[in-house]
């Protein structure tokens, strides 16, 4: 395989060229500070998670969670005391979530019984109900050491005479719970949201874009040069194959989206104090998802369109019009629902959840799989298209 | 088909959207030899190289390259054959030496033979001392010269070259030729293609007149003057040429063929110089002012407008 030959030419042939260099990162750099800077102000408010409780149990650890709940900034707190009209407002989506507090819950768990506290989530907002659900799970593993140990107390017969001693077992069993001796996750999870600011949309954001005019747009303009400066042909009478060539190009652009969109990330982490959550592995998944996709979307752009300038322009509206739709621009939240839907045919769309799901609900590489999985599904839908579309004559 | 021909094309066709480029064409190149495709622009030499150098799929016919079918051993034919296109077709932003580089390395070099074949072809070309600057510092005919090493990089057998002088200065023409014969001298078959006579006449042992899309002749260049026989060729510059002049030279005896471009007339006629007199004459007499006239030996210029009736030069 020679592909690599290709691609190493290709990246030296662009290091060579400073003008690209300094606009594949410096330019988006001082877009980035540029804009994050001057709309810090309007995203504090934007991300807050809504829920509807309903508390059914009106006791002291139902109280005690609800304190809890409202305790925590993103959580925006409402109460309702009828179950039915509560489960309506979430059907009419007027509220996200809904957490109902069952009757004699405090009962319940001083008692050493089992109960349940029961979320109902409107489905389409995913990574919000993922965050609430690790929350309520957060405070419900406390309230389950307390279960039991009134069951083990119960259970070895140890004799117990008044409630005070039942409290005074369970506080030292809560002491030794926290943190819990066996933990499946090192971090507690409400602290694991970031703080969303300005940068924490407009560092992804921008991010994506430009990678999308150097994939989409370097990378089929590459393409199309090699075949206008007659360089191709040369490669063609070699004994290389066209996979070959064709590989070389993908791999030198995905390579370059690759580390465009890295250097972007850690820009702006060390820069404007972002936060890129607690998995590594899982934001560079996510980096490589879009940098594949975007090469499968340039290369289709290259054997479509048969000059350089064509490229070009066609690049520039895809990129643009991917970018205002799917949401590089302004938070896709705040479009309206029916733009929401168009925008999940986007890359940007697909790029930004998932970037929103590590950099701000820290949801790991299992908070991704969906938005990886239909990048790469893009990904395949880019290649197969292209390949059918190229002429191997 | 020769059994010493290294390359042997029969019926070639080439068909773009219906426009036939290459029409029935049929022709062997023996080993060693230079052969020359001479013809106008747009008379097909391109689209047969590139069919030849597995660029471009015949519409149909054969073409057989070292006893390899082009439709179905492609790769073989790669290994044996060196391309130089017409264009430059080089990385402008790299020095010469990577541009060789890379293409070592595409064509499966590595390591010191890789090292040894630049320094070697760097020399050849004589741009060892230039050989770190970018391309885009280099004259035409310095980037020429890389052009034509980077097609000797793996020792071909056979060298297509398109065009090779167009464009050059007369200096870097010389050095072309010369680089080209001293690889003839080695062993190398040479194929090129041009539009001008003197390097068919000066370079090739044999020369193919492509015409069209058509072969209308191939011959050494000795072989394709004596068709054209006792001819000779008069060009006339005028400051204008009256409508029927053409008929009335036609007229005289010795005339064979009269072809008017503006107002150039070229005249082909046996015992040119004895008939000046007479042309001149019928010229002034019908009224055309001539600024000037010019009798040549027969040559391929001559040759070419016997065989098609129009100039090869426009
Ligand atoms: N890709 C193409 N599509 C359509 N017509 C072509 C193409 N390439 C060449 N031609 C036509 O075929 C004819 C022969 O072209 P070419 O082989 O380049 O001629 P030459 O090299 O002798 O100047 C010309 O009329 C040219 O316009
Ligand atoms: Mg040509």
């Given at each position: 395989?020679k592909?690599?030959?290709?691609?190493?030419n290709d990246i030296r042939?662009?290091?060579?060229?400073?003008?690209a260099v300094?606009?594949?990162?410096?330019?988006?750099?001082?877009i980035?500070?540029?804009?994050?800077?001057?709309l810090g102000?309007?995203?504090?408010?934007?991300?807050?998670?809504?829920?509807l409780v309903?508390?059914l149990?009106?006791g002291?650890?139902?109280?005690?969670?609800i304190?809890?709940?409202?305790?925590?900034?993103?959580?925006d707190?409402d109460?309702?005391?009828?179950e039915?009209?509560a489960?309506?407002?979430v059907?009419?989506?007027?509220?996200?979530?809904?957490i109902?507090i069952?009757r004699?819950f405090?009962?319940?768990?001083m008692?050493?019984?089992n109960?349940?506290?029961?979320?109902?989530v409107?489905?389409?907002?995913d990574?919000?109900?993922?965050v609430l659900?690790k929350i309520?799970e957060?405070?419900?593993?406390g309230?389950?050491?307390?279960?039991?140990?009134?069951?083990?107390?119960a259970a070895?017969g140890?004799p117990?005479?008044?409630?005070?001693?039942?409290?005074e077992?369970v506080?030292v069993?809560?002491?030794?719970?926290?943190?819990?001796?066996?933990?499946?996750?090192?971090?507690?999870?409400?602290?694991?949201?970031?703080?969303?600011t300005?940068f924490?949309?407009?560092?992804?954001?921008?991010?994506?874009?430009?990678?999308?005019?150097?994939?989409?747009?370097?990378?089929?303009?590459?393409?199309l040069?090699e075949?206008?400066?007659?360089?191709f042909?040369r490669?063609?009478?070699a004994?290389?194959?066209?996979?070959?060539i064709?590989?070389g190009?993908?791999?030198?652009?995905f390579f370059?989206?690759?580390?465009q969109l890295?250097v972007?990330?850690?820009?702006?982490?060390?820069v404007?104090?972002?936060?890129?959550?607690s998995?590594m592995l899982?934001?560079?998944?996510l980096?490589a998802a879009?940098a594949l996709s975007?090469t499968?979307?340039?290369l289709l752009v290259?054997?479509?369109v048969?000059t350089?300038?064509?490229?070009?322009s066609?690049?520039?509206?895809?990129?643009?019009t991917?970018?205002?739709?799917?949401?590089?621009?302004w938070?896709?939240f705040?479009?309206?629902q029916?733009?929401q839907d168009i925008?999940r045919l986007?890359?940007?769309a697909?790029?930004?959840?998932?970037f929103?799901?590590l950099?701000y609900?820290?949801l790991g590489?299992?908070?991704?799989?969906?938005?990886?999985?239909?990048l790469?599904?893009m990904?395949?839908?880019?290649?197969?298209?292209a390949?059918s579309r190229f002429?191997?004559? | 088909?020769?059994?010493?021909?290294?390359?042997?094309?029969?019926?070639?066709?080439?068909?773009?959207?219906?426009?036939t480029?290459v029409d029935?064409?049929?022709?062997?190149?023996?080993r060693?030899?230079?052969?020359?495709?001479?013809g106008?622009?747009?008379?097909?030499?391109?689209?047969i190289?590139?069919?030849?150098?597995?660029?471009?799929?015949?519409?149909s016919?054969?073409?057989?390259?070292?006893?390899?079918?082009?439709?179905?051993?492609?790769?073989?034919?790669?290994?044996i054959?060196g391309?130089v296109?017409?264009?430059?077709?080089?990385?402008?932003?790299?020095?010469?030496?990577?541009?060789?580089?890379?293409?070592?390395?595409?064509?499966g070099?590595?390591?010191k033979a890789?090292?040894?074949k630049?320094?070697a072809?760097?020399?050849?070309?004589g741009?060892?001392?230039?050989?770190d600057d970018?391309?885009?510092?280099?004259?035409g005919?310095?980037?020429?010269?890389?052009?034509?090493?980077?097609a000797l990089?793996?020792?071909?057998e056979?060298l297509?070259?398109?065009?090779?002088s167009?464009?050059?200065?007369?200096?870097s023409?010389?050095r072309?030729y010369?680089?080209i014969?001293?690889?003839?001298?080695?062993g190398?078959?040479?194929?090129?293609t041009t539009?001008?006579?003197e390097?068919a006449?000066d370079?090739c042992?044999?020369i193919a007149?492509?015409?069209?899309?058509?072969?209308?002749?191939?011959?050494?260049?000795?072989?394709?003057l004596?068709?054209?026989?006792?001819?000779?060729?008069?060009?006339?510059?005028t400051?204008g040429?009256?409508?029927?002049?053409?008929?009335?030279i036609?007229?005289i005896?010795t005339v064979?063929?009269?072809s008017?471009d503006?107002?150039?007339m070229?005249?082909q006629?046996v015992?040119g110089?004895?008939m000046?007199?007479?042309?001149?004459?019928?010229?002034i007499?019908?009224g055309?002012?001539?600024e000037?006239?010019?009798?040549?030996?027969?040559?391929?210029?001559?040759?070419?407008?016997?065989?098609?009736?129009?100039?090869?030069r426009?």
């Amino acid at each position: 395989m020679k592909f690599n030959i290709i691609a190493a030419n290709d990246i030296r042939i662009f290091l060579r060229d400073r003008n690209a260099v300094i606009l594949m990162f410096l330019l988006p750099m001082v877009i980035i500070s540029v804009a994050g800077l001057a709309l810090g102000g309007d995203f504090e408010q934007n991300i807050q998670i809504d829920v509807l409780v309903v508390d059914l149990d009106n006791g002291e650890i139902s109280k005690g969670f609800i304190e809890f709940l409202e305790e925590i900034d993103i959580l925006d707190v409402d109460m309702e005391s009828n179950e039915f009209a509560a489960r309506d407002r979430v059907k009419d989506q007027e509220y996200g979530r809904l957490i109902i507090i069952p009757r004699d819950f405090t009962e319940s768990t001083m008692m050493g019984e089992n109960s349940e506290i029961s979320i109902i989530v409107d489905p389409t907002e995913d990574s919000q109900n993922t965050v609430l659900e690790k929350i309520v799970e957060g405070y419900a593993n406390g309230l389950s050491t307390n279960v039991v140990v009134v069951k083990t107390v119960a259970a070895l017969g140890i004799p117990v005479y008044s409630e005070e001693q039942i409290f005074e077992v369970v506080d030292v069993a809560n002491q030794f719970a926290q943190p819990l001796p066996v933990q499946v996750k090192t971090e507690s999870t409400s602290s694991n949201l970031g703080e969303f600011t300005s940068f924490t949309h407009y560092v992804p954001g921008f991010a994506v874009m430009f990678v999308l005019f150097t994939s989409i747009g370097a990378g089929s303009v590459s393409l199309l040069k090699e075949q206008e400066a007659g360089t191709f042909r040369r490669l063609v009478v070699a004994p290389i194959s066209k996979a070959e060539i064709i590989g070389g190009k993908i791999t030198s652009t995905f390579f370059k989206g690759f580390v465009q969109l890295a250097v972007l990330m850690i820009f702006g982490h060390f820069v404007f104090d972002l936060n890129l959550g607690s998995d590594m592995l899982a934001l560079t998944v996510l980096i490589a998802a879009i940098a594949l996709s975007s090469t499968g979307l340039g290369l289709l752009v290259a054997v479509m369109v048969t000059t350089k300038d064509q490229a070009d322009s066609v690049s520039n509206v895809l990129t643009l019009t991917m970018s205002a739709i799917g949401g590089s621009w302004w938070p896709l939240f705040i479009e309206p629902q029916f733009m929401q839907d168009i925008a999940r045919l986007t890359i940007t769309a697909w790029a930004m959840d998932g970037f929103y799901n590590l950099l701000y609900f820290d949801l790991g590489l299992v908070g991704i799989l969906k938005e990886v999985g239909v990048l790469v599904l893009m990904t395949i839908i880019f290649f197969g298209l292209a390949i059918s579309r190229f002429s191997f004559d | 088909m020769n059994n010493d021909a290294i390359i042997s094309v029969t019926n070639l066709v080439k068909r773009y959207n219906g426009f036939t480029a290459v029409d029935g064409v049929s022709f062997d190149i023996k080993r060693g030899e230079i052969l020359g495709l001479l013809g106008p622009n747009g008379a097909g030499k391109s689209t047969i190289i590139s069919i030849l150098c597995c660029l471009l799929k015949p519409t149909s016919g054969r073409v057989i390259i070292n006893g390899f079918d082009i439709e179905k051993n492609n790769n073989e034919i790669k290994k044996i054959i060196g391309v130089v296109p017409q264009e430059i077709s080089l990385y402008h932003t790299l020095s010469a030496r990577e541009n060789l580089t890379f293409y070592a390395k595409v064509y499966g070099m590595s390591g010191k033979a890789l090292k040894k074949k630049t320094e070697a072809l760097l020399d050849m070309v004589g741009l060892t001392e230039r050989a770190d600057d970018r391309l885009e510092g280099y004259s035409g005919g310095m980037k020429r010269r890389i052009n034509i090493a980077v097609a000797l990089l793996h020792d071909p057998e056979i060298l297509i070259l398109d065009e090779p002088s167009t464009g050059v200065d007369p200096q870097s023409r010389k050095r072309i030729y010369d680089t080209i014969r001293k690889l003839n001298q080695k062993g190398v078959t040479v194929l090129l293609t041009t539009h001008q006579m003197e390097d068919a006449e000066d370079l090739c042992d044999r020369i193919a007149i492509v015409d069209k899309g058509k072969l209308i002749a191939l011959d050494t260049l000795h072989g394709l003057l004596d068709m054209v026989g006792q001819s000779d060729i008069i060009h006339v510059m005028t400051k204008g040429i009256q409508p029927d002049t053409a008929e009335s030279i036609r007229q005289i005896e010795t005339v064979e063929k009269v072809s008017v471009d503006d107002g150039n007339m070229t005249i082909q006629l046996v015992h040119g110089r004895e008939m000046l007199a007479g042309i001149i004459d019928t010229l002034i007499s019908s009224g055309t002012r001539v600024e000037s006239i010019q009798i040549k030996e027969p040559d391929l210029e001559t040759l070419f407008l016997h065989l098609t009736g129009t100039a090869l030069r426009k």
